[in-house]
């Protein structure tokens, strides 16, 4: 992207960008209030997977396991009467980033389909154990009943529980993640990921650890994608074995795909699109994977960078001959 | 009792495995959507039962109607992915079987059916003091009949050996005159068929729903690892691992067999990445 866009260009569409997330609620309905807010949600979840598969060129088919995670630990504290709710996001958060070390760190070892499977299979892993650990995690009810404390910051105290006040608690976490994991990806850090990714044996010539890196975006993602599913708990209210399912795993896979996996914002796009396709279609009928499959299949075949991989790169080709232009123009 | 159900169970298991694992051998396609192929098997046979009252009709329908299914889809969609990453085609299939678990739920809803076994097979024998149902028995031979004739093919046929060859270079095979791209959509509709025959073997044994290719898809899937993928012998070992450990796991570890597939693929996948079969580590 940031080829595409002069520095005072992107800087006001970042401007654009906050001010259209934040001033939304003021525009828009609680239904959309809501749908936005899932949407940022599984934006993050999106957004943490596309770190592994975009950049690292890793596919995890078992990212749910993280999201789940973070989902059941928040879900677990705030039910057991935990005083704070950043505070038990932030438990979900890192109690699914230490998932994350250990199925890294057996999984990164592995390839192509070879990783996606063994993703796979650990992700089905916590999903059996929240089904049969009844005790603990509800079984296949999943953990239900959560009430939301108030949000005490000193003096103030702000309800939470309205969804126009949630809104802006995921939409700061949002922009927050954003803003990190952009960081991340332009650093030089992200720079030996993408290489990892481009050619693993040549990056690894360079005397780069390759796993080393690998575990480490791993991690990350882990710990960004349990997050997600701290709010996606508090915002359905409940934790439930679905969310660990293999399926639940394919939903960043699809909403990343949809979006373009090699633009940074591709996921969100995707996210955008996934829920719109579903908003508009389930007001008809209940079966609508059926049209998100008929968008993914010659999505795949004929535009792999996605929706908005291909917008940008279309544009980015106008953008190159006007620039071109310019030149000329300034040199006569 | 539990050894003859766990090794029933496994048959099933082979014969969808074993199509997905030659497409894998063949093609380089991990097929997401051979679950669903498979629960399309289940359906044909329950519509085919429906219309004919005929069960041994819907066994030379089913099978055949979902070959072609197959058939379809390697020539429209696959085709033009081959050369793409191994992802993509992961995500292509996975599109395919979105698009065929929501068909099927518009076309038979989204409730359960069920198909009676065929009358002659209708019925109990007792074995050792155990009763058991003819139809199991049924699959424990029809089973290791279709492995003997699909080794048979592999070994003894022209079109068997041209598809090892393919299987081991594609390009080579193509330099010798084999027509790859006849051959690759010959393989997908064999493999096709074959989940489709399991499909229908197993619509008088299990209760058929749109939710059944899900399952049997991430069986499969541990089936063909824990054989190494693209292993003909291997996809029979590793099915009746599976269906064996089923069986006894619901005896002795009732809470745990949910999890056991999932930690023996992952112990599979971390020491011996190429399958149980295979000779390097």
């Not at chain 1, 795949?300 to 620039?323: M, N, R, Y």
């Amino acid at each position: 992207m940031g080829g595409v866009f002069s520095k005072k260009r992107a800087l006001a569409l970042w401007a654009a960008g906050l001010f259209l997330v934040l001033g939304l609620p003021f525009i828009i309905n609680t239904y959309m209030t809501l749908l936005m807010t899932e949407i940022m949600i599984m934006g993050i979840f999106a957004l943490s997977f596309n770190l592994l598969f975009g950049y690292t060129g890793l596919l995890s088919f078992g990212h749910a396991a993280f999201f789940g995670i973070g989902g059941y630990i928040t879900a677990f504290l705030m039910i057991h009467d935990f005083p704070s709710m950043p505070l038990a996001i932030l438990v979900g958060s890192l109690v699914a980033t230490l998932a994350a070390v250990v199925v890294g760190y057996f999984s990164v070892k592995l390839d192509e389909i070879y990783f996606a499977i063994l993703t796979l299979g650990f992700g089905m892993m916590f999903y059996t154990l929240a089904h049969q650990w009844r005790s603990v995690t509800g079984g296949s009810d999943g953990l239900t009943g959560l009430v939301l404390p108030s949000l005490g910051a000193g003096f103030l105290s702000v309800n939470i529980s309205t969804p126009k006040s949630f809104y802006y608690v995921v939409a700061c976490l949002f922009v927050f993640t954003v803003a990190i994991l952009l960081r991340i990806v332009r650093s030089s850090f992200g720079l030996v990921l993408m290489s990892i990714r481009e050619n693993k044996e040549r990056t690894a010539f360079t005397g780069i650890d390759i796993r080393a890196y690998r575990l480490a975006s791993f991690v990350i993602s882990g710990l960004f994608a349990g997050m997600a599913g701290g709010l996606f708990a508090i915002f359905d209210r409940m934790a439930s074995p679905s969310m660990l399912h293999w399926t639940a795993s394919a939903e960043p896979v699809l909403m990343t795909v949809l979006g373009g996996a090699h633009v940074f914002l591709g996921p969100v796009v995707g996210a955008v699109i996934f829920f719109l396709v579903e908003y508009m279609i389930t007001k008809f009928t209940d079966i609508w994977m059926i049209f998100l499959g008929a968008i993914l299949i010659p999505l795949v075949i004929f535009f792999p960078e996605g929706v908005l991989g291909t917008i940008l790169a279309k544009w980015g080709k106008k953008q190159h001959i006007k620039g071109e232009e310019g030149a000329r123009g300034e040199h006569s | 009792m539990n050894f003859l159900n766990g090794v029933s169970l496994g048959m099933l298991l082979f014969l969808i495995s074993i199509g997905l694992t030659i497409i894998f051998g063949v093609l380089g396609v991990l097929n997401f959507a051979h679950g669903s192929l498979y629960m399309l098997g289940a359906y044909f046979c329950f519509q085919a039962v429906s219309l004919y009252q005929n069960f041994w009709v819907a066994m030379i329908l089913s099978p055949f109607i979902v070959a072609v299914v197959g058939g379809i889809i390697e020539m429209s969609l696959l085709r033009p992915v081959y050369g793409r990453d191994v992802s993509f085609q992961l995500l292509l299939t996975f599109g395919v079987l979105l698009v065929l678990d929501d068909a099927v739920r518009l076309i038979w809803g989204s409730g359960y059916h069920i198909v009676d076994p065929p009358e002659a097979l209708n019925g109990i024998v007792h074995v050792y003091g155990f009763t058991y149902p003819v139809y199991s028995l049924f699959i424990l031979f029809i089973g290791p009949l279709i492995g003997l004739g699909l080794w048979g093919f592999f070994r003894l046929t022209l079109w068997g050996k041209k598809i090892r060859a393919a299987s081991m270079d594609r390009e080579m095979a193509a330099g010798v005159g084999i027509n790859v791209n006849r051959l690759f959509t010959g393989v997908f509709m064999f493999g096709a068929w074959l989940a489709g025959i399991g499909g229908t073997l197993a619509a008088p044994l299990r209760a058929i729903g749109p939710s059944m290719g899900e399952k049997i898809i991430i069986e499969s899937f541990i089936v063909v690892v824990i054989g190494g993928l693209g292993s003909f012998p291997g996809a029979f070992v590793g099915a009746m691992v599976l269906g064996v450990i089923n069986a006894y796991g619901a005896q002795y570890l009732p809470k745990a067999t949910m999890a056991l597939p999932y930690i023996l693929l992952a112990i599979i996948l971390l020491t011996k990445p190429r399958g149980l079969l295979s000779r390097e580590a």
